[in-house]
């Protein structure tokens, strides 16, 4: 008989999954879009906080959307169009809880300069993935279209998105934006 191998330990959810676990503690059942589910951590934490997980294209409106790492990568036009596609997989008023790329990341300006604010890595486990930075007042533009902003704070992520998702070089100097917001009515 060959031995059995112990399960792996699970990283714990985001801080923003966790946040929109507590915002939805009363509403058991409701459904969450994730967007990049990546390793299941966060689809984990959902489910087992009796939340029902969907995925792009969804037929029914879900009650919030969740992505942690998928608005990172892309061109400010494509992270755009997802935001649009989100918006309108959500009920009216949905909430929406995401990260995205700071200007005040270590990372930012360095790489490929593919256009304005966008960079690839030329080395790490992300090399050629295209990452866009934001500041203020450029986020704000791009969610506007789509959501009303609930808040928005940059955050040091080194120890959040650190060493599991970058094994080659551990991040240092990571700043990505945690945003809640809520679709807008009139899409």
């Known amino acids: 008989m060959s031995p059995v191998s112990p399960e792996p330990a699970h990283r714990p959810p ?4 966790l946040e929109l676990i507590e915002r939805l503690a009363d509403r058991t059942g409701a459904r969450v879009l994730e967007v990049g589910a990546g390793s299941g951590r966060n689809t984990r934490a959902l489910v087992d906080a009796g939340l029902a997980v969907c995925a792009l294209p969804t037929q029914e409106p879900c009650a919030a959307g969740l992505t942690t790492h998928a608005l990172l990568h892309g061109t400010p036009r494509s992270i755009g169009e997802q935001l649009a596609a989100i918006a309108h997989a959500l009920e009216p008023s949905g909430l929406l809880f995401a990260t995205l790329g700071s200007v005040r990341d270590a990372r930012y ?9 966008v960079y690839a890595p030329l080395d790490g486990d992300e090399v050629g993935v295209v990452h866009a930075y934001f500041d203020q007042e450029r986020l704000r533009a791009l969610l506007a279209p789509h959501f009303t902003i609930e ?12 060493a599991w998702a970058h094994t080659s070089a551990p991040l240092r100097g990571a700043v990505h934006w945690f945003v809640v917001a809520a679709a807008r009515l009139c899409q």
Not at 14 to 17: I, M, Q
Not at 109 to 117: L, S, Y
Not at 151 to 162: F, K, Q, W
């Open 14 to 17: 985001h801080p923003l999954a």
């Open 109 to 117: 300006g360095v790489g490929d300069a593919r256009e304005a604010h």
């Open 151 to 162: 808040s928005m704070r940059e955050v040091d992520v080194d120890d959040i998105a650190g």
